[in-house]
């Protein structure tokens, strides 16, 4: 099965689709999934930009607008998480994950479904220590603070994902990197510093990417693990080794808190713990290894594009709920804090156990009553389109209960409660006021014919190689505020790519593309 994953969309889905289409042509391949890591802007008409975190002028609608009225589909199954770009007030309808247009998946705040036999997980979002154990206070309309604050990790949808049993994980997801993974060793560090030295005082001090990451890969130990955020490629394998426990470690290097970790259970970490006074004890065994990697954004002759094979793969190609994280959901329904304060959310592994038999046999039975496992494709449109935005047809303001949302509930028999803080006087805008809500009916509009969208070709693509290539596109990047475009010659409007000079499949061997430096604030 060969699936393409992509690093920072920025609303280029027409790019996107095309590229993966004339990579096909090219290598005669056909691609079954199409997996985005982020910022993927899912605006659905120019209302949706007011919730949308960038600078004004670069909130642009781009095109995913057609594929939630109808005017396109989405020619091949599309899975994404959310980063720190998003539509957050649609995204938030679909806290569990659902359609946001025929064929095309978000995977909610967390979320675990299968596809084709793999099992995919992901987290949304990017880790932010203030926020990280709050509760999910925001609610539209969003403020100028809570639109920055919505989309950072919550502590709650870590212990969520930890309590998946370990390495049952094909394929994780995350926007932001796990903290460590430029340190694991067995990755080009020195060729990330050519390409980005501003990571190197935060590298140094294992600062770069996000702890909560970090613990999630260390505990579940997925095979793979795709992001993107830092809008550059880089490969790494993560070999795991635990002579000691997690929480144990984290507890002396940390003086008995229980923050999560600075970095991985490697061999090289264990040492440098080890000279801090985190003194490990006993010999470091091999506990398997997750194959990390990273990719640019959207942009011609960037490295955004990754077809990778899973020839053990098998199942049917569809999107399916899965039975043991649907369990999860809802033993941990009634946990969700939805306050502006930190919330007591236990993620040491006794904590975290994983749902029971029969917890997992009540939710299989319930898909089963309900035809079965495959995510039926119920989407519904719960905003006006682009066309009858233009016509003067206006969105709601407050939150909106999304009918597959409801639906999810109604299986698993439990409460709607995405919107219990819009009571608590958090995260909305001046003078919002607690209005009815219902299930609105599914809008309906044309729209124009778009002329055909230009693909954009990345430097190199790699299929089944040993060791990923590590090339090097330096470029402008805020890590918290983030522009949706490059402006200058890349910029909106730009000439189609050319054809690179070659496409790799089955490649030994890494291409090393030039790029144009720029410079990156980080935003800390």
Not at 28 to 33: G, H, I, K, T, Y
Not at 201 to 225: F, M, T, V, Y
Not at 415 to 440: A, C, K, V
Request: proline residues 6%.
């Amino acid at each position: 099965m060969k699936v393409a994953v992509q690093g920072c969309l920025h609303g280029d889905l027409d790019e996107i689709y095309a590229s993966v289409a004339h990579l096909e042509q090219h290598e005669n391949v056909r691609v079954d999934l199409v997996i985005s890591c982020g910022d993927f802007q899912a605006i659905r008409n120019a209302g949706d930009l007011n919730s949308i975190a960038v600078p004004d002028k670069y909130k642009e609608l781009k095109g995913f607008h057609r594929y939630y009225s109808g005017e396109k589909i989405a020619p091949y199954p599309t899975l994404f998480i959310g980063g720190n770009h998003e539509a957050s007030n649609y995204l938030w309808e679909l806290y569990y994950g659902g359609w946001v247009a025929p064929n095309i998946y978000y995977l909610g705040c967390s979320g675990v479904v299968r596809f084709g036999g793999l099992r995919i997980a992901g987290l949304s979002g990017i880790f932010d220590s203030q926020s990280y154990r709050l509760g999910h206070f925001e609610h539209p309309p969003y403020d100028r603070g809570s639109l920055r604050t919505v989309y950072h990790v919550r502590e709650y949808e870590v212990r969520k994902l930890l309590h998946l049993k370990e390495r049952s994980v094909d394929v994780f997801l995350s926007h932001d990197w796990p903290r460590g993974v430029a340190n694991c060793g067995c990755c080009n560090r020195a060729r990330l510093l050519r390409s980005k030295p501003y990571f190197r005082q935060e590298g140094d001090r294992d600062e770069l990417g996000s702890p909560a990451a970090a613990r999630l890969c260390n505990r579940i130990k997925p095979g793979h693990w795709f992001s993107a955020h830092f809008h550059v490629k880089f490969p790494a394998v993560i070999h795991h080794g635990n002579s000691i426990a997690e929480d144990t470690l984290t507890a002396r290097q940390r003086g008995g808190t229980s923050d999560v970790p600075d970095g991985w259970m490697t061999p090289e970490v264990l040492e440098r713990l080890g000279r801090e006074g985190g003194q490990p004890s006993g010999r470091v065994t091999d506990q398997g290894q997750t194959k990390f990697l990273a990719l640019d954004k959207c942009l011609p002759n960037r490295d955004f594009l990754q077809i990778l094979d899973f020839p053990e793969a098998a199942g049917p190609k569809v999107l399916e709920h899965d039975a043991e994280w649907l369990a999860i959901v809802k033993r941990l329904h009634g946990e969700m804090p939805m306050e502006r304060r930190p919330a007591a959310c236990a993620t040491d592994a006794a904590s975290c156990p994983g749902p029971t038999a029969e917890e997992v046999r009540w939710v299989a039975s319930r898909l089963e009553a309900a035809g079965g496992a495959a995510i039926k494709d119920s989407f519904c449109r719960t905003a006006p389109t682009q066309a009858e935005y233009e016509m003067g047809a206006r969105q709601v303001g407050h939150h909106v209960r999304n009918p597959q949302t409801l639906a999810l509930l109604e299986l698993l028999d439990l409460p709607y409660q995405l919107d219990r803080n819009e009571g608590m006087g958090f995260g909305g805008g001046r003078g919002h006021q607690h209005r009815q809500r219902g299930n609105q009916q599914p809008h309906r509009g044309g729209g124009w014919q778009p002329g055909p969208p230009a693909h954009l070709v990345p430097s190199a693509v790699y299929l089944n190689q040993a060791v990923m290539a590590q090339d090097q596109n330096p470029e402008a990047i805020d890590i918290d505020i983030d522009v949706g475009v490059d402006v200058g010659s890349e910029g909106p409007g730009a000439a189609p790519a050319l054809v690179p000079a070659q496409v790799y499949l089955n490649s030994q061997a890494a291409a090393h593309d030039q790029g144009n430096p720029e410079e990156i604030d980080l935003g800390l």
